[in-house]
């Protein structure tokens, strides 16, 4: 580094004279001038020497690893306030992806399926199927929101599907170990058989709200009797072996059986109107399209898992839905 001394006395001597001093470079002001040079010169160089050093130290930092602090990935991430911390994509939890209802001829998806724990449910908030555990005897109703359950002891409980909710019981109601609910086309209420006498049921039907409505008399049932909705959800139709009776949900009356066909599917099994030519029946090994007399002309069979879910139980467990 060089230094203009000449040009530093040449500042000296102007400030000399601008405090009014007089300015001799041949006498004492010129010792002053020396000494404010020196002076000067002394506090650039120290000005210079600091300056390099600070260059130095930081190249060693960047060069090497500075451990006065812990690494970085060690130190929390600061954040500012009134602001939330940005979870790291580990912490976020990951839902499995959606998947599409499973599709059956006639435009009928599946709604739930059978499994030893509960029931494969398709959730259309969620798009996809999830697991609903329950351990008991569970039927889904077709718009997927409640969950209708037959305990050990013969106990209905209606519970809502997403949050378990219970919005009606009713104690000691199905009592055949076998025998599942049977829920209405719009979900709207369940109904089931409950035996009043040697060889004689009574229909009952359960609103969401736990209000009953009993058949007016009771039909004779020698043997297993089933009862199945008719599609207006108005009326239900009671197999008793070799007779038939319907009932009138909203006053109980029981009757003989309207004009309404039976569906071709059997008293036993649940029938899905595909069109005027054909229905979907649930058989005991998968999804039977039927024509009215009877005659199958397709055959699906029940999958083995649903979403990676394993599908296992009882042919009551299945439930499928059409969009309108």
Not at 113 to 127: E, R, S
Request: with cysteine; hydrophobic share 40%; charged share 20%.
């Amino acid at each position: 580094m060089t230094i203009d001394l000449d040009r530093l006395l040449r500042e000296t001597v102007h400030e000399l004279a601008a405090e009014g001093r007089p300015v001799d470079l041949t006498g004492p002001a010129l010792r002053t001038a020396r000494r404010i040079r020196t002076r000067r010169l002394v506090s650039a160089v120290a000005s210079v020497l600091v300056l390099v050093a600070g260059l130095g130290f930081a190249a060693v930092r960047l060069g090497g690893t500075d451990r006065s602090y812990p690494p970085a990935h060690l130190n929390p991430t600061p954040v500012t306030s009134g602001a939330a911390p940005t979870p790291s994509p580990a912490s976020t939890e990951s839902l499995p992806p959606g998947s599409a209802p499973v599709a059956l001829p006639g435009g009928w998806l599946i709604r739930a399926a059978p499994t030893p724990l509960g029931a494969i449910m398709y959730d259309n908030q969620q798009g996809r199927y999830r697991l609903v555990t329950t351990g008991e005897r569970t039927a889904p109703s077709p718009n997927g929101q409640f969950l209708a359950l037959v305990s050990d002891n013969g106990d209905l409980v209606i519970r809502r599907a997403d949050d378990d909710t219970v919005t009606a019981r009713t104690a000691n109601a199905i009592r055949d170990p076998a025998a599942y609910p049977v829920w209405a086309p719009d979900s709207s209420r369940v109904a089931y058989l409950i035996a009043t006498a040697t060889d004689a049921v009574r229909v009952v039907a359960m609103n969401l709200d736990g209000t009953q409505q009993m058949s007016e008399s009771t039909m004779a049932c020698p043997a297993t009797c089933t009862i199945k909705w008719l599609e207006n959800g108005q009326r239900l139709r009671v197999y008793t072996g070799s007779n038939r009776f319907e009932v009138t949900v909203a006053t109980g009356a029981v009757g003989a059986v309207s004009a309404t066909a039976d569906d071709p599917c059997g008293y036993k099994v649940a029938g899905y109107h595909i069109d005027s030519r054909s229905w979907l029946c649930v058989t005991s090994s998968g999804f039977a399209v039927t024509a009215p007399g009877g005659a199958v002309s397709q055959r699906v069979p029940f999958p083995d898992s649903i979403d990676g879910i394993g599908v296992e139980g009882n042919i009551n467990g299945w439930v499928l839905f059409r969009p309108k």
